[in-house]
């Protein structure tokens, strides 16, 4: 996400590392070649003009700090300006209305069927009765892609089959919710051109008919520059109240990112970060901002940990650590975790600094598989009781048949034990040295 403009940003931003102080003539530098990283990520020419005059104007209007060198004065400026560029703070979905209606509409292959899908799958873990409306009466298997998708969520779906007229099917949906008590409505459209007026005036008439409390135009990433002249088009005939990045996973250049909430002044609610259920999160402007500039997002990373982490086994596990307990079946359970939480190498990106060390670094979907292997490989007692593995009699013929049985070599097995061994030493040290912390404590308290 977004490689290329961070390493253009850094390479623009270096002109003044290592500077004593800011001049017109560093700043003038390196604000040209932040310019020419944004059009080159493809941003409105315009926008990456205003924006960069902007960044000029704060930088030689400051004061540097005794403490703050002139490089870190910069970043700061560019990681505002972008933030604000992108819309300053987060925008909240408003579900307003008994059904709340949200009403996707976009270009054909944009994503608004799998984001209805996630949309949903995100709305009913906050407790909410969902239904999904399939409106695309034209696309061959369009209803049946959605009705798969709401099968793995576990959402109901509304279609009508022998109805050619979205408008009807919408409006029908609308009371089968108000009957069934579904609190929030997502009414999935068929793709269209912006161009296309007989298909423009279709949608208007969804609009009007089912009165949506949000209206989210979702548009492929992917699609540069283009992006934003089609959510300007569809603006102007829908007035839509957010958008939707999807694909942002993919090899995107990020301008329609950075550009499009200036263009149609509406903000950017959701991106979608994978083809996965729950590859979706909300926008943060600031966040990803500092993301562009490889800082990271602690955050973010800290938010899907809490989401992932199910705080019953957080607190069985904490107490097996303590107890020096922690076997194999907790390291699964760990791993297991780890995978809920989304694609480990965009994980590792939201660590500051990781984004340029990962960079050249290929990071399977099923890093974890050959591991997982291992384990299920183990009886149930040499996964509760590891010392059988690490030096109890016949631990190689153990090591042996579980390299067989997972399809993995006895070099991967030992180096798991290895590793698995090391880390349980780590822990014993842990919980020594705060069970001394308490010693002492109690001791300097009497």
């Known amino acids: 996400m977004f490689q290329n403009l961070s390493e253009r940003l850094e390479g623009a931003l270096k002109v003044i590392k290592g500077k004593h102080k800011i001049t017109e003539i560093n700043v003038a530098e390196a604000v040209k070649d932040v310019r020419k990283a944004l059009v080159e990520a493809d941003v409105n020419y315009k926008i990456a003009k205003e924006i960069t005059e902007r960044i000029k104007e704060k930088a030689l209007g400051q004061k540097i700090l005794i403490a703050v060198e002139p490089y870190q004065l910069m970043i700061k400026i560019v990681e505002d300006e972008l933030a604000q560029l992108m819309g300053g703070q987060k925008a909240d979905l408003m579900l307003t209305g008994s059904p709340a209606v949200v009403l996707m509409a976009g270009l054909q292959g944009s994503g608004k069927t799998t984001f209805s899908a996630k949309l949903a799958n995100q709305i009913k873990r906050q407790g909410r009765q969902v239904l999904l409306v399939a409106c695309d009466v034209y696309r061959p298997a369009a209803i049946e892609q959605l009705k798969t998708l709401a099968l793995q969520i576990g959402v109901d779906v509304y279609s009508e089959p022998e109805n050619n007229?979205?408008?009807?099917?919408?409006?029908?949906a609308i009371q089968y919710a108000k009957a069934n008590h579904k609190n929030v409505v997502i009414v999935d459209t068929a793709g269209r051109l912006a161009v296309d007026e007989e298909m423009m005036n279709e949608i208007e008439k969804i609009k009007k008919a089912i009165n949506?409390?949000?209206i989210l135009f979702v548009v492929d990433s992917m699609t540069g520059q283009d992006a934003v002249?089609?959510?300007?088009?569809f603006n102007e005939r829908l007035d839509f109240t957010g958008v939707v990045l999807t694909k942002l996973d993919g090899d995107t250049r990020g301008g329609a990112a950075l550009s499009i909430r200036a263009v149609v002044e509406k903000p950017i609610k959701f991106i979608g970060t994978s083809e996965k259920i729950d590859g979706i999160d909300v926008f943060h402007p600031d966040r990803m901002a500092r993301r562009i500039l490889n800082m990271g997002d602690v955050v973010g990373l800290v938010e899907k940990a809490q989401q992932a982490f199910d705080e019953k086994e957080a607190e069985r596990l904490n107490k097996k650590l303590r107890q020096n307990q922690f076997d194999f079946n907790d390291f699964l359970s760990q791993i297991q975790q780890i995978k809920k939480m989304g694609n480990i190498k965009d994980l590792m990106s939201m660590v500051p600094g990781m984004s340029k060390m990962m960079k050249d670094v290929d990071i399977p979907e099923d890093a974890f598989k050959s591991t997982e292997a291992?384990?299920?490989?183990?009886?149930?007692?040499?996964?509760?009781?590891?010392?059988?593995?690490?030096?109890?009699?016949?631990s190689g013929s153990r090591r042996k048949r579980i390299a067989l049985g997972s399809g993995t070599?006895?070099?991967?097995?030992?180096a798991l034990v290895k590793q698995f061994e090391e880390m349980r030493k780590v822990i014993k040290k842990i919980n020594a040295m705060q069970n001394t912390g308490k010693k002492l404590g109690k001791i300097f308290g009497r």
């Open 409 to 414: 070599s006895i070099q991967e097995v030992n």
């Open 165 to 172: 007229n979205p408008v009807a099917i919408a409006q029908n």
């Open 229 to 233: 002249n089609t959510a300007k088009a």
């Open 374 to 394: 291992i384990i299920f490989s183990m009886t149930p007692k040499e996964r509760e009781n590891p010392q059988l593995l690490i030096s109890g009699n016949g």
């Open 212 to 214: 949506p409390c949000e």
